[in-house]
């Protein structure tokens, strides 16, 4: 079967002089039940992957994998995070640490103390039109944390799911299984339409690199059902 892009989204892309083709890997529906996203990537991609392939990997995925992906009816967001989340921006592709639902989150996974005090320097950032100060304070693990959202695939338009954890490990394993297909490195990527941030690589991987090749995040942002994606240089 040949991949092709999603909907609305371009196979190729230049980079620093060179093209790259993004191929987006569909695959079954992941659930908590799927204990090993590593199996799942060896499943689906790996028919296609080629020498000198990158593969990225979206962190939601991963993050379902690992148990942190939530149904919002389950959390029981405290006071503070009601209150909190009454002040973050939301954007068109997400809504982030806005419902009291992910900031709970934010709270247990990076501390009241660092959410508290990276709102009230974000606060007075918006004061003065400097913005992004709030996740700069919080950090990756804040910013990883994804809402529900109504466009996202059932059962995850009501889940909310914490970022994954040890993803340069995952990386590593998922590197390993696909290491007969040589395979040139592994990124554990979070992805919207408004950026993209690696959280975990193999080593030698270039990050940035890989954050400009997948700038518009080729993944898609609804239900495509493509969490793996690969990245291959097309000479002239």
Known sequence: MELLPNKGKNLMIQVDGKSYARYPVKTKLITPEDKDISVIVAEYA?????????????????????????????IKASWLARTLSTFVTKTPVGIGLGSPETMQLALEEV??????????????????????????????????IDGAVPYAIPPYNNYVS????????????????????????????????????????????????????????????????TPIGIIREVKS
């Open 111 to 144: 501390g009241v103390m660092r959410i508290f005090i990276a709102a009230i320097i974000g606060g007075l950032g918006k004061m003065v039109g400097v913005r992004g100060l709030f996740y700069m304070v919080a950090g990756s693990a804040a910013r990883s």
């Open 46 to 74: 790996k028919p296609y992957i080629q020498p000198g392939d990158i593969l990225f990997v979206s962190e939601k995925a991963v993050a379902i994998t690992q148990g942190r992906a939530y149904d919002i009816k389950d």
């Open 162 to 225: 914490k970022g994954p954890v040890n993803a340069n490990e995952v990386a590593q394993k998922i590197a390993g299984l696909l290491a007969l297909s040589r395979v040139e490195g592994v990124a554990i990527v979070d992805a919207n339409d408004l950026g993209v941030n690696i959280l975990g690589t193999t080593q030698g991987i270039n990050s940035k690199l890989i954050a400009k090749i997948i700038k518009d995040n080729p993944l898609g942002q609804s239900d495509e059902q």
